[in-house]
């Protein structure tokens, strides 16, 4: 899809925005005007994709243009690496190895799983990219109609582990053939993180990254400020409700929840985030919203406090600069646990939607 140009600055009269234009053609743009370019390039990591370049200058086209450019190939080289679905990626091929034979991987590939086998330990287990068999074992359930029995868990668990992994300087191998490792809660962070630089190396004043609305943003916004992101509310399947608006720059905001993707199996949902440690789903928290300096740790978080729920917000280190959102409970009846910083970054205050009943609250 070809990059449209966004208004960065809306004039009230027509005329005087022609005026502009005709003048940035003749002369060039005044010094310091924003300039903001995006795009929403398709088929990127199976979602949807928003790429945005924010530029000043005479060669503001050329500077956007490029960083749009190099961020969507930065994404689409994390997919043909980390990806489960593609059967000739690192992490394929991985997967697929018999027990023992070294696979070589790449240093990026090996940088997540590294990042990965630390949020591990830093979660208790409640964060594991090696528990793939348990999660292609409730994904096959799932598409049956039927629970898993109590042995294809056993056998399942038996197969995950960190245990079942060794990292090398090059590569990694496992100890038994069952093994797998996925990265989808951690590697579409880290290719946000990838592109954000890509954009950032090409002199842009501002860049904003969206994937699968993870986001990493930094500079300034079309409007000269901060980025603004809302915090949607996930008691609203339409959209349209949400707790409040972060305001940021050079920082990442992941959310992770169990509303829009599940299983139903005997008329019960399945959410689609299993606790690695029983194997089995879990709706402890219907959101989770995580701050971070990178999206591989914001995405990563989410999905551990999504296991760990408002009991995990004491497991982030609060020298870290990761903050974070969990809603906990149902639509009737929910409270909100958050971060002393996530608060500071809000544009407005978090506030209970007006057609909620009033026993939600704050904490």
């Not at 234009?21 to 005007?33: C, D, K, M, V």
């Not at 964060?127 to 096959?140: E, I, K, S």
Request: charged share 20%; glycine share 12%; proline share 6%.
């Amino acid at each position: 899809m070809k990059p449209r140009r966004l208004a960065v600055v809306v004039v009230g009269l027509a005329g005087l925005l022609l005026i502009a234009l005709l003048i940035r053609q003749a002369f060039g743009p005044p010094a310091g005007t924003l300039y903001s370019l995006s795009t929403a390039p398709r088929g990127v990591m199976g979602t949807e994709c928003g790429l945005q370049a924010v530029a000043a200058g005479r060669d503001a086209d050329e500077r956007m243009n490029r960083a749009l450019g190099d961020a969507e190939q930065a994404l689409r080289q994390v997919e043909m690496r980390m990806s489960t679905y593609i059967e000739l990626t690192e992490l394929s091929r991985l997967n697929a190895a018999p027990a023992g034979q070294v696979v070589k991987l790449s240093p990026e590939t090996l940088t997540v799983l590294r990042l990965a086998r630390d949020l591990h330990a830093q979660t208790d287990g409640a964060f594991d990219v090696t528990c793939l068999p348990v999660f292609r074992l409730w994904a096959r359930a799932g598409k049956a109609g039927r629970l898993p029995t109590a042995e294809e868990l056993a056998a399942a668990k038996s197969a995950s582990g960190w245990d079942k992994f060794e990292l090398l300087p090059d590569g990694a191998r496992k100890a038994v053939a069952e093994a797998g490792v996925g990265l989808g809660g951690i590697a579409k962070g880290y290719a946000i993180d990838l592109a954000a630089e890509a954009m950032l190396r090409t002199g842009c004043q501002g860049g904003l990254v969206d994937v699968g609305g993870d986001i990493r943003c930094f500079g300034l916004s079309s409007r000269g400020g901060k980025w603004r992101i809302a915090v949607n509310s996930p008691f609203a399947p339409g959209g349209g409700e949400f707790f409040g608006t972060l305001e940021l720059t050079g920082l990442a905001v992941c959310t992770s929840g169990n509303y829009e993707r599940y299983s139903v199996i005997g008329g019960k949902k399945y959410s689609h985030i299993v606790d690695p440690r029983t194997a089995m789903p879990v709706d402890t928290a219907p959101s989770v919203t995580i701050v971070a300096p990178t999206a591989a740790l914001a995405d990563g978080w989410a999905t551990a406090l999504s296991v760990l729920g408002e009991a995990g917000l004491k497991r982030i280190d609060p020298d870290s600069g990761i903050e974070a959102l969990v809603v906990m409970g149902g639509p009737d009846d929910y409270h909100l646990a958050q971060t002393p910083g996530f608060a500071k970054l809000l544009r407005e205050p978090i506030t209970l939607p007006a057609t909620r009943p009033g026993r939600g609250g704050t904490r």
